[in-house]
């Protein structure tokens, strides 16, 4: 069963940064397209960004510009950037593969002053 592990959430200020990592047990890690998604209490999850196995990205509207995705195959490694932190971007993030696989416990990240 893969294993789905996400870290680097925490408290920030608002304009502040946090580096997410998403590192996932999977051989076939270089062949799907993986993605970070958010969940905010009382809110739907979505889908935040993605990066294709030709490391083409897109990001939803709301975290254009402020949001970088990347991630290295060497070590089955996600991570997403994000910088200029809002209020609205607190949330439950996670990562997974496209189309879905299980779902990791998430990284909480809450941005507050």
């Known amino acids: 069963q893969v294993q789905v592990v996400e870290s680097g959430g925490g408290l920030v200020q608002p304009g502040g940064s946090l580096k997410l990592s998403c590192t996932v047990s999977?051989?076939?890690?270089?062949?799907?397209?993986r993605a970070w998604y958010r969940q905010a209490p009382g809110n739907e999850r979505e889908l935040v960004a993605f990066i294709t196995p030709q490391g083409d990205t897109n990001y939803a509207d709301s975290v254009k510009g402020r949001f970088t995705i990347s991630k290295d195959n060497a070590k089955n490694t996600v991570y997403l950037q994000m910088n200029s932190l809002k209020p609205e971007d607190t949330a439950v993030y996670y990562c997974n593969k496209i189309p879905n696989d299980s779902w990791g416990q998430g990284t909480q990240v809450t941005v507050s002053s």
């Open positions: 999977e051989s076939m890690f270089r062949i799907w397209t």
